[in-house]
């Protein structure tokens, strides 16, 4: 789901370019006619996700976006001069960042086909904090390109399953959107080298003690029903991200992410039951309302956590 815009002359080109990313974007075509397809999805306001094809061949000049762009060729070839680097050719198959949020670029492009993930970098300064507030500087990527061959490989799993689920409609449900907006920038901070660090401190290692798991487990008890992040349950704890992170899995053996999807899952699961037999769309309502993209991914999550389908452990209905 989303919108398509389609150019056959620069200028409109230019124009759906510029409305879509932002920044002074100049295309030249020489004498050929262009032709530009553009498929953008949005996320959240955070998040967008395109598919970009260019017809023919194009010279791309870019200033800075102030976003970051990540992007998978399909088909074609593309030759990216970042402002003030070297020229990096890519091919079918090659998932690259073209250039920080702050540089501007100018691309050779040659009958391309790409996928692109467009973030907020205050999304992503959101993900990689520490703590709310304490993080010395915004997070900035030191490669174009992923840290290993599986890495890219795991950028491509995650961002179509962005993209699926983002056809299936999520932009309306708050959990799931926000959920798929931070799966993507986390991934991307683990795919590409940047300057963020994981490793816990002495000091997170100090503070992951119960009492502070406790107030993390109430604060994500509590607002199950809400989009919160990571770094609303630091908060919530006194902690930074990491120690709260290093105290579910010292105490817990789990992740705050999962036991936020745990406790969505049992109030899913409570909701069925109050409702009655869970046919089709009761169960695909509420899959959406508490995060999943639909029936089948809450009926598996349920089948293995309960060990029955919904339709089986909801409440008969009185007459």
Request: include cysteine.
């Amino acid at each position: 789901m989303g919108q398509v815009f389609e150019a056959t002359d620069v200028d409109l080109a230019e124009q759906i370019l510029r409305e879509s990313y932002g920044g002074n974007i100049r295309l030249d075509a020489g004498d050929s006619p262009p032709r530009l397809r553009l498929e953008a999805a949005t996320v959240t306001p955070s998040v967008r996700l395109d598919r970009i094809i260019f017809g023919l061949h194009f010279d791309v000049r870019v200033d800075p976006l102030g976003t970051l762009v990540i992007c998978r060729l399909g088909a074609g070839r593309l030759a990216y001069h970042p402002a003030g680097g070297e020229e990096t050719t890519y091919g079918p198959g090659d998932a690259f960042i073209p250039a920080q949020p702050e540089r501007g670029l100018t691309v050779d492009c040659a009958e391309a086909d790409f996928h692109t993930a467009v973030l907020d970098p205050a999304l992503l300064d959101s993900v990689a904090a520490t703590a709310p507030g304490r993080r010395p500087e915004p997070v900035r990527f030191t490669s174009h390109q992923p840290v290993s061959a599986a890495a890219a490989e795991a950028w491509d799993t995650v961002y179509g399953y962005a993209r699926e689920t983002v056809d299936l409609g999520v932009t309306g449900e708050r959990l799931l959107a926000g959920s798929v907006a931070r799966l993507l920038a986390t991934t991307a901070l683990t795919v590409f080298p940047n300057n963020t660090l994981s490793d816990p401190t002495i000091e997170d290692r100090h503070d992951a003690h119960r009492r502070m798991l406790r107030r993390a487990m109430v604060f994500v008890e509590e607002n199950a029903d809400r989009d919160i992040t990571l770094a609303d349950i630091a908060a919530a704890a006194h902690a930074t991200i990491r120690a709260v992170r290093l105290a579910f899995r010292r105490h817990l053996d789990t992740t705050p992410t999962a036991y936020l999807r745990s406790m969505r899952l049992e109030r899913a699961a409570e909701e069925l039951k109050r409702a009655g037999p869970a046919d089709d769309v009761t169960v695909a309502e509420t899959a959406r309302r508490w995060g999943w993209a639909g029936a089948p991914q809450l009926v598996a999550a349920y089948r293995r956590r309960f060990g029955s389908a919904p339709t089986e452990s909801a409440r008969p209905r009185t007459r």
